[in-house]
């Protein structure tokens, strides 16, 4: 078993099944909500795995991209389209840090503040 097995392992019918025992109404809930947010509607359901494909790299779920990915593509998605959803994923996640900024920016404006008024 490599490293990545061990964090993440491989999704199996059992895996799934136990969770479908253990929790038998959620999962079922679960599943019918999936169905029915991928389903064709408004946005077509490539467009909609793209969303997801996108999504999944902001969440680092490793699982959501393969799925996605895997997804996007028997949607008819082509490798340019999902990568380009990737780099609207990391521009965004980027974008956030850079935005947030602003609170770090502020807190140090009124931590100079609160200094300087301090000072005999």
């Known amino acids: ?12 019918r059992q895996l799934a099944e136990q969770r479908k025992q253990l929790a038998p109404g959620p999962a079922e809930a679960f599943k019918a909500f999936s169905r029915s947010v ?20 902001v969440t680092q779920c490793p699982y959501c991209i393969r799925g996605h990915a895997s997804g996007a593509h028997h949607a008819g998605a082509t490798d340019e389209e999902i990568m380009e959803a990737i780099w609207v994923a990391a521009e965004m996640r980027a974008g956030g840090a850079y935005a947030h900024s602003a609170l770090a920016l ?10 300087s008024t301090q000072a005999p």
Do not use: R
């Open 1 to 12: 078993m490599n490293e990545q097995e061990q964090v993440y392992p491989t999704v199996t």
């Open 106 to 115: 502020d807190t140090i404006a009124k931590e100079k503040e609160k200094h």
């Open 38 to 57: 991928f389903a064709e509607g408004t946005l077509s359901v490539k467009t909609k795995q793209l969303i997801a494909v996108a999504v999944a790299h």
